[in-house]
């Protein structure tokens, strides 16, 4: 007979046992998001060297506030969230030594033509300067959707809007960083 | 025909790029037990408002503030009422509601200035009206 495969948890049962005490479960939820929530960060401007803690600081947030965490979104979508606001506080308290991550050496394949490698580096790197320049909701609900594959709903729960404003939001953010990538 | 040199899709693709090696060097297993260290070093401190001691404190002071506010009011209003209290005027005689007005004059002069003086000035004149004035004048000084 076919032994099951063990089922997951979900993210709200990870919660409610957090809730209750249960490191394992914050644990499992740190590993399940954190690398998300890095891509995040990264991509909305934090330097890699400070990417550890502010991941850190994002989970921290989260866990002591979980209580406000009612279900209204993923886990994932209110985290990301959380992990804009530490960003900005710590850009405000003058931790972040740059707003722009350098090209992404890791993505450059060893093989293949280097010119059109640099190309690519090249366009991410103008699209993280792109980023830099609009406005942090447009910003972030580009990156919700377009890095992260979340829904309109979710996100504008999230970012407490609706979600036609969402829509809009990311219009005018796809419309901008396509003008400035020209 | 879209002659857009960048697609969504493209957009989309260089996007999910982005963070992509800061995400791969992070290493999960040591960011989720330094999070757990910082939760148990520094527990979490509540907002102020989220403090029972806050609350208790406040709860307090409006508590006295009311009561203190509630003896300045009673305090103020003609003791007559007080006095009266319980008892019907109409059933009282014309020496009855003599002593009464006599009482309120007395304590109301010892409590409010401005209500003793106008009390005081028909304190003479008391022993002159008719029982139907005296209890329309308690009437009057009961509010």
């Given at each position: 007979?076919?032994?099951?495969?063990?089922?997951?948890?979900?993210?709200?049962?990870?919660?409610?046992?957090?809730?209750?005490?249960?490191?394992?479960?914050?644990?499992?939820?740190?590993?399940?998001?954190?690398?998300?929530?890095?891509?995040?960060?990264?991509?909305?401007?934090?330097?890699?060297?400070?990417?550890?803690?502010?991941v850190q600081e994002t989970f921290i947030r989260a866990f002591?506030?979980?209580?406000?965490?009612?279900?209204?979104?993923?886990?994932?979508?209110?985290?990301?969230?959380?992990?804009?606001?530490?960003?900005?506080?710590?850009?405000?308290?003058?931790?972040?030594?740059?707003?722009?991550?350098?090209?992404?050496?890791?993505?450059?394949?060893?093989?293949?033509?280097?010119?059109?490698?640099?190309?690519?580096?090249?366009?991410?790197?103008?699209?993280?300067?792109?980023?830099?320049?609009?406005?942090?909701m447009q910003r972030e609900v580009f990156l919700l959707r377009?890095?992260?594959?979340?829904?309109?709903?979710?996100?504008?729960?999230?970012?407490?809007?609706?979600?036609?404003?969402?829509?809009?939001?990311?219009?005018?953010?796809?419309?901008?960083?396509?003008?400035?990538?020209? | 025909?879209?002659?857009?040199?960048?697609?969504?899709?493209?957009?989309?693709?260089?996007?999910?790029?982005?963070?992509?090696?800061?995400?791969?060097?992070?290493?999960?297993?040591?960011?989720?037990?330094?999070?757990?260290?910082?939760?148990?070093?520094?527990?979490?401190?509540?907002?102020?408002?989220?403090?029972?001691?806050?609350?208790?404190?406040?709860?307090?002071?409006?508590?006295?503030?009311?009561?203190?506010?509630?003896?300045?009011?009673?305090r103020r209003r003609p003791a007559a009422q007080s006095v009266?209290?319980?008892?019907?005027?109409?059933?009282?005689?014309?020496?009855?509601?003599?002593?009464?007005?006599?009482?309120?004059?007395?304590?109301?002069?010892?409590?409010?200035?401005?209500?003793?003086?106008?009390?005081?000035?028909?304190?003479?004149?008391?022993?002159?009206?008719?029982?139907?004035?005296?209890?329309?004048?308690?009437?009057?000084?009961?509010?």
């Open positions: 007979m076919p032994q099951a495969e063990p089922v997951a948890a979900t993210d709200a049962a990870l919660i409610a046992a957090w809730q209750t005490g249960d490191e394992q479960a914050a644990t499992e939820l740190v590993r399940r998001h954190a690398r998300a929530l890095a891509r995040f960060l990264g991509a909305t401007g934090a330097a890699d060297a400070e990417i550890d803690d502010l002591r506030g979980v209580g406000r965490f009612r279900g209204q979104c993923q886990f994932r979508t209110w985290l990301l969230t959380i992990g804009g606001n530490v960003l900005k506080d710590w850009a405000r308290r003058g931790k972040r030594a740059r707003a722009v991550v350098p090209l992404e050496e890791g993505l450059r394949a060893p093989d293949g033509d280097p010119h059109e490698h640099a190309e690519a580096g090249e366009l991410e790197e103008r699209l993280q300067e792109g980023l830099g320049r609009l406005p942090r377009a890095q992260q594959g979340l829904e309109y709903d979710d996100i504008a729960a999230a970012l407490g809007t609706s979600s036609g404003a969402a829509r809009v939001h990311y219009h005018h953010a796809v419309k901008r960083l396509k003008e400035y990538l020209k | 025909m879209n002659d857009d040199p960048l697609q969504d899709g493209e957009l989309r693709d260089v996007a999910r790029r982005l963070g992509a090696r800061a995400a791969e060097r992070l290493d999960v297993e040591r960011t989720a037990a330094a999070v757990l260290r910082r939760l148990a070093e520094k527990p979490r401190r509540e907002p102020w408002t989220h403090e029972p001691a806050v609350w208790l404190r406040l709860a307090a002071a409006v508590a006295l503030l009311l009561g203190a506010g509630t003896l300045l009011h009673t009266v209290a319980g008892v019907e005027v109409n059933d009282l005689s014309a020496e009855q509601l003599r002593d009464v007005l006599k009482t309120v004059d007395q304590s109301v002069d010892d409590e409010t200035t401005g209500a003793a003086g106008a009390l005081g000035a028909t304190e003479t004149e008391l022993d002159d009206l008719t029982a139907p004035e005296l209890r329309t004048l308690l009437r009057t000084l009961e509010g």
